[in-house]
């Protein structure tokens, strides 16, 4: 959009005189951004209202992404950079003597997620948006998010993440006029009515009020703007003698109280069931109410409706969709299936079978009696339909989705939808031949892959605006709105004048991070040192004990020889590990312990510190992944899916350091062999182990004094106040056979970590290789990805 800087004050000042009442210097952070974002919804609301009416008048066909995460985290600056109109706010400020990074650092960040999944979402929400499809999400309107997290004598301390505050979320419309009901509990029965059809009778079952809650999603330079749609719950007025009690009202306002309740509990998993069915029921009632308004047949509703289920807590949605076709709109079995299948779409985050949603039948048929007989019936035609087609006995049973007494949602969502992905190359393979292989053999047809991407706005533009500098410099400003210009940067791979800046400005991020580290940790770390990163969610797969173990490696290295020839080195977390998942918070404790032990030695020289930073989120990312020398991408082979965050390091210069898993692959096809260093096995001499049985991390132990040194620092003392959880990680790594092979792949590490630490201490090398890793990121644009889904699965066209 065109704004002059004049115009641009003249709207700020007048919202803030009428709605705070006060004036600029009276103003604090707060009520600044509140002002900033409403002037922001006076200028997007026309262009929303064009979009929604230009989609009605022209039926154009719109996909709706079902996730149970949205991780968008601050909206302030994004929503300014897509309007075009940041540096004309930033000029405005700086006339008026605001400081904008106060105003920005005033915005909670937006917790309806946890991790890769949520920010996925939101990824994919702004890259539709700026490609032009016309792509609405659809989720949750959490009051507080997972939480947040404090580090009290080195435990993880679970507190409310209070995302609101008390600002509320100012970018938020309620919309009254699309709300819905939805049923859950008592019983259901099929009764004729006078034309002869079966249609379900309702007994004591509980009605739940949903209520939308629409978030504009502001496309790249084109003023376009979509929809994220979510949830919240309230008690219907008519229904509210239901509620006798305070306790009763509660159990309804949790439904959307917390993203992930705690299901280690009958109850917990209760609430988690109906979380998941409350956001897609809701969704998928407003979807078919918009399509009726066309006088469309609802036989052909795939023509105008694509729906995608993000992984499988939204995978009720085929079972649902019937359940509004059939009970609902009248349409028969066959028609309705028909229109369910061409209509749903199922992304697959995961390899490991045990993260694939199931449910108790029994608590399942409980909380949603007439789905759970609709999913009986798909079942039961899917036995059907095999058996007539000469699908091996065994291979049917491995597939239906009712087995065991539980419901498998992933089951559901492949069979009631006509595409199933995976997120990486690799990670697509190992579905086909090994987690999903049976499926594969029956519907080749459904499965494709869609590499994961990362919005290059947020993590170069926003994040890194330094870098984003230097690069308009060389290669013009082309690149920030085709991102694939990057690659023009390659001609300079061997100009030392460039290599030299491109150095300067990384050590500029170091020291921005270096001075939050010494403010929020007191630790206090050398720009010269190397920044080895590792943020992300906290799971024995992903490997930070291995991260761990090195560090103690080189401990024992410099009290050996306190002159040892290395680099300083300093080693930076960030992670939350889910409340009930003990195993990863006790390698929390450990790694603040550790970061105790060599932090206070001043034997070490200050070669070597380990910092962990509580509350990673989007907002600290931003902070911390321009900051790193080496990106840790080091999950066991075959266990991550694709990872995203290997993407945003690799965007901002980080040398990754890596198994080959998930889009590490990929990330190496792209920079070459001598742009990244790869350690550890292969996804094939992992499935060799499991295949022979022949791992054993006791031997490996026993064997190698360095490992067995390491391992001991554990259980001897050597950490102090690590008892406990030192006891439980030496028995998970000797007695239980150390699942995820750390032991196996250490020598590897360790010598990939001295491979750094000589490339490091060649920095025009260094250099180079991280302007290859800018250059030829932009492979890993969700924009590309989006385009991808758009075409190849959804068949959605733009203006």
Not at 217 to 231: E, K, M, P, T, Y
Not at 460 to 472: C, F, K, R, W
Not at 635 to 640: G, I, P, T, V, Y
Not at 745 to 758: L, M, N, R, T
Request: a negative charge; glycine letters at 6%.
């Amino acid at each position: 959009m065109e704004l002059t800087k004049e115009q641009f004050l003249h709207d700020f000042k007048d919202i803030l005189h009428e709605e705070q009442l006060i004036k600029v210097e009276d103003a604090t952070s707060a009520e600044l951004f509140q002002t900033l974002a409403r002037t922001i919804r006076k200028y997007i609301t026309p262009m929303w209202l064009e979009r929604r009416n230009k989609l009605v008048e022209d039926k154009q066909k719109i996909a709706y992404y079902f996730s149970i995460e949205f991780l968008p985290g601050r909206m302030l600056e994004t929503n300014l950079l897509n309007l075009g109109i940041l540096d004309v706010v930033k000029e405005g400020f700086d006339e008026l003597g605001v400081d904008f990074t106060a105003v920005k650092q005033a915005e909670y960040d937006m917790a309806l997620g946890n991790g890769g999944l949520g920010r996925l979402a939101a990824a994919f929400m702004d890259s539709l948006a700026t490609t032009g499809y016309p792509g609405f999400g659809n989720g949750i309107r959490y009051r507080y998010g997972l939480f947040k997290q404090k580090i009290v004598d080195g435990y993880q301390v679970e507190l409310p993440d209070d995302w609101f505050g008390s600002l509320g979320n100012v970018w938020e419309t309620r919309k009254d006029h699309d709300v819905v009901d939805v049923k859950i509990f008592g019983n259901v029965y099929l009764q004729a009515n006078k034309e002869g059809r079966m249609l379900p009778i309702y007994e004591n079952s509980q009605t739940l009020r949903a209520v939308p809650y629409d978030v504009p999603q502001i496309g790249f330079g084109n003023d376009v703007v979509n929809n994220l749609r979510l949830w919240d719950v309230e008690i219907p007025e008519e229904y509210e003698l239901d509620y006798p009690t305070i306790e009763a009202r509660r159990k309804v306002q949790d439904i959307t109280a917390i993203l992930y309740p705690d299901d280690s509990s009958y109850e917990g998993k209760e609430l988690r069931l109906i979380q998941e069915y409350f956001m897609t029921s809701a969704g998928l009632q407003t979807i078919i109410k918009s399509y009726r308004k066309q006088g469309l047949p609802l036989e052909q509703v795939h023509e105008k409706v694509s729906v995608h289920i993000n992984d499988t807590h939204p995978a009720v949605a085929p079972a649902e969709f019937m359940r509004l076709l059939l009970d609902d709109c009248g349409l028969e079995w066959a028609d309705a299936w028909n229109a369910t299948v061409q209509t749903m779409s199922y992304t697959n985050h995961t390899i490991l079978s045990e993260a694939l949603e199931r449910w108790d039948a029994e608590l399942f048929k409980n909380v949603l009696p007439r789905v759970y007989q609709i999913i009986l019936e798909i079942d039961n035609r899917y036995i059907a339909d095999m058996a007539a087609r000469g699908i091996d006995p065994q291979v049917i049973e491995h597939t239906r989705i009712v087995k065991d007494n539980q419901i498998h949602m992933a089951h559901l969502a492949i069979i009631g939808g006509h595409s199933v992905n995976g997120v990486a190359k690799l990670h697509t393979e190992l579905l086909k031949e090994d987690t999903l292989r049976d499926f594969y053999a029956i519907y080749p047809e459904k499965f494709n892959n869609k590499t994961n991407g990362i919005i290059q706005r947020r993590w170069l533009q926003i994040a890194d605006g330094p870098l984003s500098n230097e690069i308009d410099y060389l290669i013009g400003k082309g690149w920030r709105t085709n991102i694939h210009e990057l690659r023009k940067l390659l001609d300079y791979k061997n100009d030392q004048h460039v290599l030299s800046e491109f150095y300067n400005v990384k050590q500029e991020a170091k020291a921005r991070l270096a001075t939050f580290i010494k403010e929020s940790t007191g630790v206090e770390v050398s720009t010269e040192a190397i920044f080895d990163v590792q943020v992300k969610r906290l799971h024995a797969y992903k490997r930070q004990l291995l991260n761990l173990l090195h560090i103690l490696k080189l401990y024992w290295d410099l009290k050996d020889n306190p002159d040892k020839d290395m680099v300083p080195r300093v080693f930076i977390f960030g992670a939350k590990a889910a409340p009930g998942y003990h195993f990863a918070k006790s390698v929390i404790k450990l790694i603040n312990e550790v970061a105790n032990l060599v932090n206070n030695d001043e034997s070490l020289q200050g070669k070597l510190k380990v910092v962990f930073l509580e509350n990673y989120r989007v907002s600290l990312a931003e902070l911390i992944i321009p900051a790193a020398d080496v990106s840790e991408q080091i999950s066991l082979a075959s266990k991550e899916a694709s990872g995203t965050s290997n993407m945003k390091f690799m965007m901002t210069g980080a040398i990754t350091l890596a198994t080959l898993d998930g889009a590490n692959i990929e990330i190496k096809d792209e920079v070459g062999d001598d742009n990244i260093v790869i350690f550890g096995m292969n996804k094939n001499e992992v499935y060799d182990h499991y295949a022979r049985h022949d791992y054993d991390s006791r031997g490996v132990y026993e064997d190698n004094p360095v490992i067995r040194r390491v391992v001991d620092s554990f259980v001897n003392g050597t950490i102090p106040n690590v008892r406990n959880e030192g006891a439980e990680i030496y028995e998970a790594l000797i007695t239980h056979n150390d699942e995820y092979f750390l032991l196996e792949d250490f020598a590897s590490y360790v010598a990939a970590q001295e491979k750094i630490d000589q490339l490091y201490r060649d920095k025009e090398k260094w250099a180079r290789m991280s302007l290859v890793n800018i250059a030829t990121s932009d492979k890993f644009t969700s924009d590309d990805t989006i385009e991808q889904y758009a075409k190849e699965i959804w068949n959605l066209k733009k203006d």
